[in-house]
């Protein structure tokens, strides 16, 4: 059952070659990370996103993915310069990518980090701006 969830996430079957590619042991990692989140196991958790970080170099899509994870893991934990750091990067990945969504998410993610700050005012730029992009792209 465990293989047929990761199947579906990336899309491929048993016998698809995409299984043994460095895309899929990324998103394994993230996967992994985003469920140890959950569990409080947040050092695990960053081990599996800096690995999915690691993997995804080359794929600008998944790099992004990685980064808006310790983006968040680090604004769960309270460490919002390293949050805003991480959420800066993926701002610009969306951004170039250009995936309206993904930045809408990043943009939000930025707000809530600096609200959490408390830099209230800050806050509400970033925050405006990701419900407007969201609005725009549907979700």
């Known amino acids: 059952m465990r293989e047929r969830y990761l199947e579906n996430q990336v899309g491929a079957t048993h016998a698809s070659p995409l299984l043994d590619t460095i895309a899929y042991h990324s998103q394994i990692h993230l996967e992994r990370g985003g469920v140890l989140e959950l569990m409080g196991r947040v050092d695990e958790a960053e081990a599996n996103y800096r690995a999915a970080l690691e993997l995804s170099k080359d794929d600008a899509?998944?790099?992004?993915?990685?980064?808006?994870?310790?983006?968040?893991?680090?604004?769960?934990?309270?460490?919002?310069?390293?949050?805003?750091?991480?959420?800066?990067?993926?701002?610009?990945?969306?951004?170039?990518?250009?995936?309206?969504?993904?930045?809408?998410?990043?943009?939000?993610?930025?707000?809530?980090?600096?609200?959490?700050k408390g830099e209230y005012a800050r806050a509400r730029e970033p925050l405006n701006e990701g419900l407007t992009l969201a609005q725009e792209a549907g979700d």
């Not at 805003?84 to 951004?95: C, F, N, P, S």
């Open 61 to 116: 899509g998944l790099k992004a993915d990685a980064q808006f994870a310790l983006g968040k893991l680090n604004r769960l934990r309270g460490d919002f310069e390293a949050a805003l750091d991480w959420l800066a990067q993926t701002k610009e990945a969306r951004t170039m990518l250009e995936d309206t969504a993904g930045l809408a998410q990043a943009l939000i993610e930025t707000g809530m980090a600096l609200y959490r």
